[in-house]
Every structure is written in structure tokens, then in C-alpha cells.
């Protein structure tokens, strides 16, 4: 039971680049969630998917896309990569959409962007 | 809508010294309020939560939160620090007539001396 699991664990990416983070858990979870997290901001949540074929903004979701690809899958998309994405990102999972659920949450992808 | 303060951006204490982190909400009714700690270089793990009952919770680690409703207040405890409780602590409130998803604090950093 490996929990969430995120790839890749580091990126460097130019300016304009794309790319996908990708996260993945096996505790059958119906909600998934992308966080991002920069110093003296705590975390903050950029999109979330209570269930399997739904996605919704959070916070601060400009700048980025995501698919929830199976109930497994969420993945996060950057289209052209800018110096304010530089962050970690954290892909996190709960049972449902309760709000007593405990998260779980991946490793994180640690995003430099030049 | 909910938010959650932590007003320590760091803590430094001395190993085998109490502890006590501080988490203030603002919800007016009842809420879902949780504690995370992350360790260097990981994701976060939840510690303990509280939504009802008794207002001291037990968690993991030997952590306990207590829930002081008149003060809107949910402190992480800890009565002998160990060097591996070095991390970032988060707290976090969940609404329950709203979005179901936490909000979080910007985190606590605790520093555990030798």
C-alpha cells in the first residue's frame, strides 16, 4: 500500500515550458487535491476533485489545468510555465467528501522555474 | 467563510521541554479543526482532528490538541520534545456548511535544540 505517490519528485523548467505532475493513490479515494506551497504561505489549493469526472478551482488556479484521469489519477498541468510557479506541489487524497476526512498526502514535486 | 491563524511563524525549544504551538479560527459555528506535521522533505501527515466530544484529543506521537470554544482556539501540546519532532506543524478548520475542504494555517516551524 503505497499511499499517494507523486512524479517527479524535482523539475527545472524554463520559461514557457510545459509540463504534467502526476499523482496517483491506491486507497480506493473518491477526492483528490492539488496543493501548492511557498514559504510563509502555508498551503494553498489550486484544484480539487470530489469524485471520479469532476475537477473544481480552489484558490489560486490560474496558470494551471488538471484531469482526473480514473479514480486513481489526478493529474496537474502546467501549459507555459512562469517564475511565480516555482513552488512545491502537493497532490493530496481524502475518502469523500466529508468534512471530518483525513487527507493523505503525497511526497510533493519540488518545481523550480527559470 | 472559515480561516485559521498561527501566530508562531517559529518556535525554537530545548529537547525534553513542553511545547505548545497556537492555532486561532474564526467560524461561527461548530468546527472540524485538525493538526499536521510535516518533516523535512515530506508530505503532511495528520496528527489528530477534533469535531465533537471532548475538547482534549489525543493524536499521534504523543501530541494532544485541547478545543477551547470561548477563546476559538485549538493549541498542539506536547509535554517532553523529542529532536525528531523538528518540522512544520499545520493547522487546519474545516466548516460544515460550507466547501467540505480544510483551510489551512501558513504553518508553524519548530526548532528542537540538543
Known amino acids: 500500500n503505497a499511499g499517494v505517490t507523486q512524479t517527479p519528485k524535482f523539475q527545472v523548467l524554463k520559461t514557457g515550458q510545459s509540463m504534467t505532475l502526476q499523482c496517483a493513490q491506491d486507497?480506493?479515494?473518491?477526492?483528490m487535491y492539488w496543493y501548492r506551497q511557498d514559504p510563509g504561505m502555508g498551503l494553498r489549493l489550486i484544484y480539487y476533485s470530489a469524485s471520479e469526472g469532476t475537477t473544481d478551482k480552489g484558490e489560486v488556479p490560474n496558470g494551471y489545468n488538471v484531469s482526473r484521469l480514473n479514480k486513481r489519477e489526478f493529474s496537474l498541468r502546467l501549459e507555459s510555465a512562469a517564475p511565480s510557479q516555482t513552488s512545491v506541489y502537493f497532490c493530496?487524497?481524502?475518502?469523500?467528501?466529508?468534512?471530518?476526512?483525513?487527507?493523505?498526502f503525497g511526497p510533493g514535486t519540488r518545481l523550480t522555474v527559470l | 467563510a472559515q480561516s485559521v491563524t498561527q501566530p508562531d511563524i517559529h518556535i525554537t525549544v530545548s529537547e525534553g521541554a513542553s511545547l505548545e504551538l497556537r492555532c486561532n479560527y474564526s467560524?461561527?459555528?461548530?468546527?472540524?479543526l485538525f493538526w499536521y506535521v510535516q518533516s523535512p522533505g515530506q508530505g503532511l501527515q495528520l496528527l489528530l482532528k477534533?469535531?465533537?466530544?471532548?475538547?482534549l484529543v489525543q493524536g499521534i506521537k504523543g501530541f494532544e490538541a485541547e478545543f477551547k470554544r470561548s477563546q476559538s482556539s485549538f493549541n498542539l501540546r506536547k509535554p517532553s520534545v523529542h529532536w525528531s519532532d523538528a518540522a512544520e506543524y499545520f493547522c487546519?478548520?474545516?466548516?460544515?456548511?460550507?466547501?467540505?475542504?480544510?483551510?489551512f494555517g501558513r504553518g508553524t516551524s519548530l526548532i528542537v535544540h540538543p
Open positions: 467560524y461561527g459555528a461548530t468546527p472540524y
Open positions: 486507497m480506493n479515494h473518491n477526492s
Open positions: 487546519a478548520v474545516g466548516a460544515s456548511g460550507g466547501s467540505y475542504i480544510p483551510t
Open positions: 477534533y469535531f465533537s466530544g471532548d475538547t
Open positions: 493530496a487524497s481524502s475518502l469523500g467528501g466529508a468534512v471530518s476526512d483525513t487527507q493523505y
